[in-house]
């Protein structure tokens, strides 16, 4: 089975696994020279298709299913202004309120609205490059979790993912059985460390 695994959030990425092989890995900022370059990895995705010799997948996947409200993502589709991108502008100022269990929830919100725009951009993309196969899209935290198992010494074990608000997410606990990662419990966005660190720093 061969597979193409995609990022479009920061530091964008992709992953080309042959089974449970991985046969491909480069990050965006690799080919732009852009730190944690943000966004469709356009130039690691060329670069993976020369190396591996194939357009069609057993399976494509992108990084999230519901994806993260940012200013930057919105910009890749959105080239007017609507109420939805200038929510998401909202989120840049009201930075405290959106780390809050109210604030988690309006994002979810608004990610309901902007998600099928992101999917339709991407599959765009994919097919302006030629790559074809079923299109999935995984957990944000599922997704750390199971490239970490990748790397267990054997198919048992326990992964923690941490990050600042990953899916309205900050932190997970997962079993890991059939090199597979099961949700044990996972901890909301409004407790994230890495949020903390945000306003702060206001990075």
Known sequence: ML????SC????GVTVLYGNQIVYAANEERFTRKKFDFGFPAH?????????????????????????????????????????SQLAE????????????????????????LTNRHRKHYRSR?????????????????????SAAMLFPSDSGLAITVDAFGEGV?????????????KRSVVPGYHSVGMLYLYITNI
Request: hydrophobic fraction near 40%; glycine fraction near 6%; include cysteine.
């Open 44 to 84: 690691a995705l060329a670069e993976a298709l020369e190396f591996t010799n194939h357009e069609r997948f057993d399976a494509i996947t992108f990084d999230g299913k519901r994806q993260t409200p940012h200013p930057r993502r919105i910009n890749l589709v959105f080239t007017e202004r609507t109420w939805m």
């Open 3 to 6: 597979s193409l695994g995609i």
């Open 126 to 146: 994919l097919t302006s490059m030629r790559i074809s196969g079923p299109v999935h899209y995984a957990e944000h935290h599922r997704a750390h979790a199971a």
């Open 90 to 113: 909202l989120q840049v100022v009201a930075k405290p309120f959106f780390g809050t269990k109210v604030g988690v929830e309006l994002s979810r919100l608004m990610l309901r609205c």
């Open 170 to 182: 900050c932190a997970g606990i997962w079993d890991v059985y059939d090199g597979r990662p099961h």
């Open 9 to 12: 959030n920061h530091d964008a």
